[in-house]
């Protein structure tokens, strides 16, 4: 993992809403109105936060069809760990491009 990598896996988790997110859906799996109800959020925030989730690996999605023919989009926490210590630091440092110093400001 490089840096860039390690610093979208972090902010995606920085996020309070996120963190429901996940906590709601590491309960069960359930549809995109189930949840935004769950969580007191609009379906569109709600689709924001799931497409920041789902592009770290967070979280998956899928369509199934209610039975009364309506597709339901319906998202799953993926199990995941997250370590940030200094050997996970030193690592991503080392998988990453040299900063130079036009790119650092």
Known sequence: MDVESLVG???AVANPLRLRILATLAEESTHV????RRTGMSRALLYLHLRRLEEVGYVTGHLE???DGKALKYFEAVPFALT???PTVR?????????TPEEDS
């Open 65 to 67: 069809l209610s039975p």
């Open 9 to 11: 896996r972090l902010a």
């Open 84 to 86: 940030v210590d200094l």
């Open 33 to 36: 109105s189930e949840l935004a």
């Open 91 to 99: 690592a991503a440092v080392a998988a990453s491009p040299p900063v």
